[in-house]
């Protein structure tokens, strides 16, 4: 589609496409609210588990000094961003491309950077739903207590934590076909999960899980939400994690650009 | 407009085309694009909720969103039915008749014969010919009655847009109506004799005149279909 239009000189590419990325970003979220298998399940499993084994189960039980009450606040808020991320781009994204509709996308002056944006803050801001409810239950029925600077602490990183697991989704979306994209996000982001600590403490679980947790991204991001109200792992550093995660992003980032370039080549 | 199955089912027909519009620096207004896709009424329905038909008009209006002086269709009417078909032709023609270049693929001979001014005929990634619908007929009936006649002429190798096949059963017999003039060929089926002439009307006054009995009369330009079929089987 060629247009032989001079863009308007009053208005700068820059703004056009902030508002190309506005509109983009406001009609992804639209869609992922009104799609209700994404957005129940995204914002209902992370909220019951917290009810189930936050609130009911684990009312007063510690581990090492630390309130599972608490813990799971952390953890949970993790585990609800991390499946915001990966079914919001990963899922959402693959399909996209089965549908043809990325083609017709790219076929219009869209700028790709706003589609990917869009799609990120968009799980960026189901994961700031999610910690929202999760902190309001935490707080009236959980007695947990939650200040200001430690609110603020833990949806700073569940922004920045939504990063790298939207590059795991676009690493997925490139390389698994749409109609398996569900099953098999599901079967990377349970264990992925578990493993990382975040249905229950990490200090609970078997001395060779604790072993392999360190490997995964979610240990990591679960380690620095704690440290927003001072759980802390004493054995590592906040820089640690902070590295635990960059590497992962440079890891999905590298993948997702082998799977473009292949498709790319294939097509 | 490409052959694109689905756009996101969760959105409203309004909301993809404001954010289409938005794409482009000069966008067709939003009204005229409802108009042209023939949307009316349609705009707060989801994408999913949509028909076939409708779903290929809303992504007719897409590729129409930046005001594009070329506009590139392909196969826009893949799958609808005939009202909806004849519905798209319509805004084919206006967008063709307001100036705009529309290069259009189809399956649908029938719609080319009905939409284009120049068709270009491709197989196997070749150009097999292009013209007016009229030229690219003639050339295909010129190529049929160049293999399937014997004593077709020099007349088979000049294109001819008057070319004309005429049905009728006579008495005349195929020998004689081949050596007329502007006969190129004549076939028997059934009784009914068929044949093609590139001065039709000659050669009906002469059959007229020799046959007083010459009954069921039909004169027809040749269908674009035959013509595809001749150009791209002969030319392999």
């Known amino acids: 589609m060629s247009t032989a239009t001079i863009p308007f000189p009053t208005q700068s590419t820059t703004s056009r496409n902030l508002r190309i990325f506005l509109t983009e970003t406001r009609y992804e979220f639209i869609r992922s609210l009104r799609t209700r298998a994404f957005s129940l399940s995204a914002i209902g499993f992370p909220v019951m588990f917290y009810c189930l084994f936050g609130l009911m189960m684990n009312r007063n039980a510690t581990a090492h000094g630390q309130s599972f009450t608490q813990y799971l606040l952390a953890s949970y808020a993790v585990f ?27 076929a219009s002056p869209m700028p790709p950077l706003a589609y990917l944006l869009a799609k990120c803050i968009t799980a960026m801001a189901f994961g700031t739903i999610i910690l929202l409810c999760l902190c309001t239950l935490g707080i009236t029925l ?26 795991m989704g676009l690493a997925l979306a490139l390389i698994v076909p749409f109609n398996s994209a569900p099953g098999i996000t599901n079967l990377l982001y349970l264990p992925m999960s578990f493993l990382g600590g975040l249905w229950i403490p990490i200090s609970v679980l078997p ?34 994690h902070w590295c635990g995660l960059a590497a992962f992003t440079m890891i999905m980032l590298g993948i997702a650009w082998i799977a473009f370039r292949r498709r790319e080549q294939n097509s | 407009m490409l052959q694109v199955g689905r756009a996101p089912e969760m959105l409203r027909v309004r909301e993809h085309i404001t954010i289409f519009r938005g794409y482009y620096p000069n966008p067709t207004p939003y009204a005229e694009l409802i108009k042209i896709a023939g949307l009316e009424g349609l705009e707060q329905r989801l994408f999913g909720e949509l028909s ?44 063709a008749a307001a100036g705009k270049t529309v290069l259009l693929t189809t399956h649908y001979l029938e719609e080319a014969d009905a939409l284009a001014h120049r068709i270009i005929v491709i197989n196997q990634g070749r150009v097999v010919c292009e013209g007016t619908p009229a030229e690219v007929k003639s050339m295909g009936a010129n190529i049929a009655s160049a293999t399937t006649s014997t004593a077709s002429t020099g007349a088979s190798t000049t294109v001819n847009a008057g070319l004309k096949i005429i049905r009728c059963i006579t008495t005349l017999t195929p020998d004689h109506l081949l050596a007329m003039p502007g006969v190129v060929n004549v076939d028997e089926l059934n009784g009914l004799t068929i044949l093609t002439s590139s001065t039709p009307e000659s050669t009906l006054r002469e059959m007229l005149a020799l046959d007083q009995h010459l009954s069921a009369l039909e004169v027809q ?16």
């Not at chain 1, 959980?142 to 590059?167: D, I, K, N, Y």
């Not at chain 1, 899980?209 to 991001?221: G, K, M, R």
């Not at chain 2, 038909?53 to 897409?62: D, E, N, P």
């Not at chain 2, 330009?221 to 392999?236: G, I, Y």
């Open chain 1, 80 to 106: 609800g961003v991390v499946g915001a991320a990966l079914f919001g781009i990963g899922v959402g994204l693959a399909g996209d491309l089965s549908a043809g509709w990325l083609e017709l996308k790219r």
């Open chain 1, 142 to 167: 959980g007695h947990v207590q939650l200040t200001l600077p430690e609110f603020s602490r833990m949806l700073a990183f569940t922004l920045v934590g939504c990063l790298p697991f939207t590059c």
């Open chain 1, 207 to 240: 001395k060779a899980v604790q072993h392999i947790a360190p490997l995964l991204p979610t240990y990591h991001l679960a380690q620095l939400m704690l440290s927003s109200f001072g759980y802390q792992d004493t054995t590592q550093s906040a820089a640690s």
């Open chain 2, 52 to 95: 076939g038909g409708q779903k290929q008009r809303v992504l007719f209006a897409l590729s129409l969103a930046g005001n594009p002086d070329l506009v590139f269709l392909d196969e826009p009417t893949v799958g609808l039915d005939i009202e909806s078909r004849r519905g798209m032709w319509a805004q084919i023609r206006a967008l």
């Open chain 2, 221 to 236: 330009s040749p269908a674009l279909e035959d013509a595809f079929l001749a150009l791209t089987s002969n030319r392999d």
